[in-house]
């Protein structure tokens, strides 16, 4: 029997487990992912940013938990010596619709604490010269790292504190009575006190396993990103953003290094045909 179950190996997942056998280093506790490795879907697939809660309404738990995160990650990524650049963020304002944007980002950082600096646009061209426009926005507290090397990790850490990770366990049902929690993985049932579903895309479809009447369905959307030729790796210095429009729910594309020195632009948004699909054409019937 254990006490807290969580099902998903991601970074959410592995973190939660891990904090919880810091809280309660008695407690029996253990994570399920389906994958043989952990990190292997969204934790895996993204552009590795730092964010520092620039877009985030002030006074929000997103905007409070975004900032300590930020600080908490790039600290996390000293002690255990892990690959982290705090670089900086440019977003930029290419015409004057954009340009009073800015100033509503501008004075939404200030009300959220963050560091920022408005550019003109001959300071822009100074500090990026291959990018142009009237003027920009430099928030440096934003950063980038390796999200699969924080989990695994984390995983590494939490197996040393007592915690389990089983990997290559899908979960296929679960089943919960008065006292305990059955969760049906391979041909094994395993007992737990609590459970804590972790499980990313599959969120919906772990809910309905618990016959919990929920109203939505995940419809998956994938971003891709472009990678620049290496001859392009030392053209940009900073993060680079667009101001976004706010009737949409995307910050556009973008330029992001990498903490491998490459460079990418993307994301575009792709209606997916398969929850988990990362290559050009995936589907799942």
């Not at 440019?90 to 009300?111: D, F, G, H, S």
């Not at 390796?146 to 296929?172: H, S």
Request: glycine content about 10%.
């Amino acid at each position: 029997m254990y006490d807290v179950i969580i099902i998903g190996g991601g970074i959410v997942g592995i973190s939660t487990a891990w904090q919880l056998q810091n809280r309660f280093p008695h407690k029996h506790i253990m994570v399920l992912e389906k994958e043989p490795h952990p990190a292997m879907h969204q934790t895996g697939h993204n552009s590795g940013v730092i964010h520092a809660g620039v877009y985030y309404q002030p006074g929000s738990l997103k905007a409070d938990f975004c900032k300590r995160g930020a600080i908490q990650t790039i600290s996390f990524c000293k002690e255990h010596d892990l690959p982290y650049q705090q670089c900086g963020k440019i977003l930029v304002a290419t015409n004057r619709l954009e340009y009073e944007r800015m100033k509503v980002l501008e004075a939404r950082c200030i009300q959220n604490g963050i560091e920022i600096r408005r550019l003109s646009g001959e300071e822009l061209e100074k500090r990026e010269p291959a990018i142009s426009g009237v003027g920009a926005l430099f928030v440096p507290a934003t950063g980038i790292t390796d999200y699969r090397k924080i989990t695994e990790k984390l995983a590494e850490l939490l197996v040393e504190r007592g915690g389990k990770v089983r990997f290559g366990a899908e979960v296929k049902a679960i089943h919960e009575h008065r006292d305990t929690v059955d969760i049906l993985s391979g041909s094994q049932t395993i007992k737990s006190r609590y459970v804590i579903a972790c499980g990313g895309l599959m969120a919906d479809r772990l809910a309905r396993m618990m016959h919990i009447d929920i109203d939505f369905r995940i419809i998956p959307f994938r971003g891709e990103y472009y990678q620049l030729p290496a001859k392009h790796n030392k053209t940009f210095h900073h993060l680079i953003y667009p101001i976004p429009d706010p009737e949409m729910p995307f910050l556009g594309v973008h330029l992001t290094r990498m903490v491998d020195g490459s460079v990418t632009v993307g994301p575009n948004a792709v209606l997916g045909w398969k929850r988990e699909g990362y290559g050009c054409l995936n589907l799942d019937l």
